[in-house]
């Protein structure tokens, strides 16, 4: 080969390159950076009552306009962050309620909770908290926004007891740079439910919850929806490491128990019926 060919070819290889590199700076520079990718994973299984649901959408209606959450995100680095709620019930029933928009103040955070209100409320059977987790940490991969922390925020009445192992995407979500937080609902103000799991906190501190920083706030009471949330949108927007204190519990209290029954209790249960 010449030198005029060999020439053309390093040129051509040498544009090419420039070419990738460009692409990939481009690809790169188009996601929007926000202080946290956020996931509100909510619970619509059939073991929730209508009444619950209700209260635990006006929960998050109420808290992610409060004054306090607004707050918290305006303190940030970046003062913004990129939020997005989902429901989930059974594997394959994940849905996505409000796609994700940015809130940086309180018109945008007003924004959100107006068209959380505005959805209908739905109902769907069994309970996949693993699929719900696997369906979230896929929104967070794609969503076109470079958080500096990746969150998905599940809440839930029950065990896992559909789809994979829960432990399994747990641990999935973590190794992709997420925490998982929990919200626990441990309701003893309403009536009376069938459940496998004695002790559902223990249950979420073994088995749901992972990554930097994770915690869970269990809640016991109707009355405490409201400020549970707030609270943890709080927690987790600020990116603060919690204590024990006042039922907000990180995942280490719960890191020297062996869970392996534990978690797989719903799946057991299921399979005996």
Request: glycine fraction near 10%.
């Amino acid at each position: 080969m010449g030198k005029t060919g060999r020439s053309g070819r390093t040129a051509a290889l040498l544009a090419g390159a420039i070419m990738l590199t460009a692409g990939a700076a481009t690809s790169a520079a188009a996601l929007e950076e926000v202080d946290v990718e956020l996931v509100l994973a909510v619970d619509i299984s059939r073991s929730m009552a209508m009444a619950e649901q209700v209260v635990q959408r006006n929960g998050y209606v109420e808290a992610i306009a409060s004054p306090e959450v607004v707050a918290a995100i305006e303190s940030g680095l970046l003062g913004k962050i990129a939020v997005t709620y989902v429901e989930w019930g059974k594997a394959g029933a994940e849905r996505v309620v409000i796609d994700w928009q940015v809130i940086d103040g309180e018109a945008s955070a007003r924004a959100f909770a107006e068209k959380l209100a505005a959805e209908p409320l739905h109902e769907v059977s069994r309970t996949s908290i693993s699929e719900a987790l696997v369906f979230a940490a896929d929104q967070i991969d794609t969503n076109g926004y470079e958080g500096l922390r990746r969150v998905i925020d599940v809440s839930g009445d029950g065990p896992n007891d559909h789809g994979r192992p829960v432990v399994q995407a747990r641990d999935l979500a973590v190794s992709r740079n997420i925490t998982v937080n929990g919200l626990p609902l441990i309701l003893e103000d309403g009536a009376p439910r069938w459940s496998v799991v004695e002790d559902l906190e223990t249950y979420y501190g073994q088995c749901v919850i992972g990554g930097v920083g994770a915690f869970q706030i269990p809640i016991r009471r109707h009355k405490d929806f409201a400020a549970a949330i707030r609270r943890k949108l709080v927690l987790e927007i600020v990116g603060v490491q919690p204590q024990t204190r006042n039922r907000v519990v990180p995942a280490a209290a719960f890191a020297a128990r062996d869970g392996r029954d534990l978690c797989t209790i719903g799946e057991r249960a299921t399979a005996q019926r």
